[in-house]
């Protein structure tokens, strides 16, 4: 018996939250859905077009790190250069010195 009168309240209390909401509520149940429709399109557009501003955001901040990047590599690679280069002319005078004495 005591749990059906709590069952019994729970349902009289939904019943009167619903009745409450349906004689407070600002407008039609198709207007609200309408609006709720527009108001998530909007939020959709937004989110898309900061979404493509990350992206392109992200796009250039890569772009300037390869350049970065590819400067690095290029200053590693005269270097190397030099020093084979180095490297090769002490060995051909070597060469040279032992096969002319």
């Known amino acids: 018996m005591y749990k059906l009168r709590h069952v019994a309240v729970a349902l009289v209390a939904g019943t009167v939250g619903a ?6 509520a600002p407008d039609t149940g198709r ?11 909007r939020e959709r557009e937004a989110l ?15 772009e300037a790190r390869l350049k970065d990047g590819r400067k690095i590599v290029g200053r590693v690679v ?24």
């Open 78 to 101: 005269e270097d190397v250069a030099e020093d084979v280069q180095e490297r090769f002319e002490k060995g051909k005078k070597k060469v040279t010195k032992f096969v002319g004495a």
């Open 31 to 41: 207007n609200t859905r309408r609006k709720m429709m527009r108001r998530l399109q």
């Open 48 to 62: 898309l077009r900061q979404g493509r501003e990350m992206a392109e955001e992200a796009g250039e901040y890569v």
């Open 19 to 24: 009745a409450v909401a349906l004689l407070l």
